[in-house]
Every structure is written in C-alpha cells, then in structure tokens.
T-cell receptor
Framework: SQTIHQWPATLVQPVGSPLSLECTVE??????LYWYRQAAGRGLQLLFY??????ISSEVPQNLSASRPQDRQFILSSKKLLLSDSGFYLC???????????FGNGTRLTVT | RKEVEQDPGPFNVPEGATVAFNCTYS??????FFWYRQDCRKEPKLLMS???SGNEDGRFTAQLNRASQYISLLIRDSKLSDSATYLC?????????????FGKGTHLIIQP
C-alpha cells in the first residue's frame, strides 16, 4: 500500500516569508497527486493536482504554486506568505481509475 | 445545488446507539463513492469505499442509492471513539479537479 510522507508537521512563518512544503509518495507509480488546504473548522479546499511530472492544474487563484519534479514528489511553494495562507495543508495521492485518495499527515501552517 | 451535500450536524448520539447519515450528489454520472473519517486536527482517513450492492465492514455499513443519488453510512453499536467528522467523496471521471468532490462533512459526537 502507498505511504505519503509530508513535512514538516507544523510550521510558523512570518508574513512575507517564502514557503516550501514537500510531499513524497512510496508504494505506487505514476500516482495522481494533490494539495489540499483546510482552514480551521472548514472543509477541504483543493489547491493543485497533478497527473504526471511537470503537469500541474491549479484550482484556485492565489499566491501559491506547485511543482512536480519527479513522479512521486510534489512541492507546494509561495514566494511571499499572507496571513490568509494559514491552515492545514494536506498532500494526497491516488492511483489511476476509481481508486480512493490517501492523505499524508499534513502540515499545520501558521502565518504570523 | 451543490455537487455533494452533507448535513453538517453535529449529531449527538448516546454510546451504543445506531446512527446513520446521508450524502447527496447532484451529478448522475458519478461513478465511485467513498466515506472518510477525520479526527480533530488530523488528516482524513479512508473508512470504506461504497459499492453498488452495499457493503459492510464490522459495525459500519455503506449503501448507494443511484435512483435518489445519495450514499449512506450506518454505524451500529456506536463507540466513543467513533466521534469524528465523516466526509463523503464522489468521483466523476472526466469531471473537473480530476473528478473528485468532497462533502464538507458530518460531525458526529458519541456521548457516554
């Protein structure tokens, strides 16, 4: 079964600082990869998804970007964080077809 | 009408009772369905897939009603540890965002 590694678990960053969150996946090849964000007490918001290396679909206009330099690596970045970027960031992976999503443990980001 | 809708609750249920909640979806082309469980400040975890004929996993039973376009989750002999938010996920191949849509979740509280 696949395992999704996400780090760090928690992060406190000042407004205007850059961000880089990394996610790696084990136990599967050519997965679809996702970044979600969840604000406190809210539902999941899809930020980006990728069906292959270098292929990124953005779901929400924002100051975040994503990259997929390798098949099982997905990176979420920002050049300048905003207060509104605070939240729980989740990386997820799924195989092809109708397979379910599997989530990493998440990164709780607080922008101060 | 939202693509996937859930009653947010909270459902307050005494320990040992049976509880059921539904998730409605708007697009009849939806093909696969899942229930996830999310504990406070944790990542969602796959609880069970939902099959056309219905399926059971221990105390949990999931059912699909294509005619009325909803899925259900029934929990028997509820435990304190069942307290969580339950998310339904609907997969529509060819749909936007890789076809996956999350409900906002139903909050369940099992009371001693």
């Amino acid at each position: 079964s696949q395992t999704i590694h996400q780090w760090p678990a928690t992060l406190v960053q000042p407004v205007g600082s850059p961000l880089s969150l990394e996610c790696t996946v084990e136990g599967t090849s050519n997965p679809n990869l996702y970044w979600y964000r969840q604000a406190a007490g809210r539902g999941l918001q899809l930020l980006f998804y990728s069906v292959g290396i270098g292929q990124i679909s953005s779901e929400v206009p924002q100051n975040l970007s994503a990259s997929r330099p390798q098949d099982r690596q997905f990176i979420l970045s920002s050049k300048k964080l905003l207060l509104s970027d605070s939240g729980f960031y989740l990386c997820a992976s799924r195989g092809q077809g109708s397979s379910p999503l599997h989530f990493g443990n998440g990164t709780r980001l607080t922008v101060t | 009408r939202k693509e996937v809708e859930q009653d947010p609750g909270p459902f307050n249920v005494p320990e040992g009772a049976t509880v059921a909640f539904n998730c409605t979806y708007s697009n009849s082309a939806s093909q696969s369905f899942f229930w996830y469980r999310q504990d406070c400040r944790k990542e969602p975890k796959l609880l069970m897939s939902v099959y056309s004929s219905g399926n059971e996993d221990g105390r949990f039973t999931a059912q699909l009603n294509r005619a009325s376009q909803y899925i259900s989750l029934l929990i028997r002999d509820s435990k304190l540890s069942d307290s969580a938010t339950y998310l339904c996920v609907v997969n529509r191949p060819g749909g936007g965002a890789d076809g996956l849509t999350f409900g906002k979740g139903t909050h369940l509280i099992i009371q001693p």
